[in-house]
């Protein structure tokens, strides 16, 4: 069976954890930061976990994260 091709734009933003979960950057930190409070940007400032809903399709993009 051939290797499989990462997603270069996936690996980018997404990286696996050692228990196999996907972190992933949260949004709305780019612009209009003054318009958000300090708790807002200091919540935002860390990273999430990827829905179970989405973990299967993003699993495939990067296969040997």
Not at 1 to 5: E, R, S, T, V
């Given at each position: 069976?051939?290797?499989?091709?990462t997603h270069?734009?996936?690996a980018k933003r997404f990286k696996k954890t050692g228990t196999g979960k996907i972190?992933?950057?949260?949004?709305t930190m780019r612009?209009?930061?003054t318009?958000?409070?300090t708790k807002?940007?200091?919540?935002l400032a860390s990273?999430?976990?990827?829905s179970k809903?989405?973990?299967a399709k993003i699993s495939r993009m990067i296969p040997y994260a």
């Open positions: 069976m051939p290797k499989l091709k270069s734009g996936a972190k992933r950057g949260q949004a612009h209009l930061l318009a958000k409070t807002v940007k200091r919540h990273s999430a976990l990827v809903a989405d973990h």
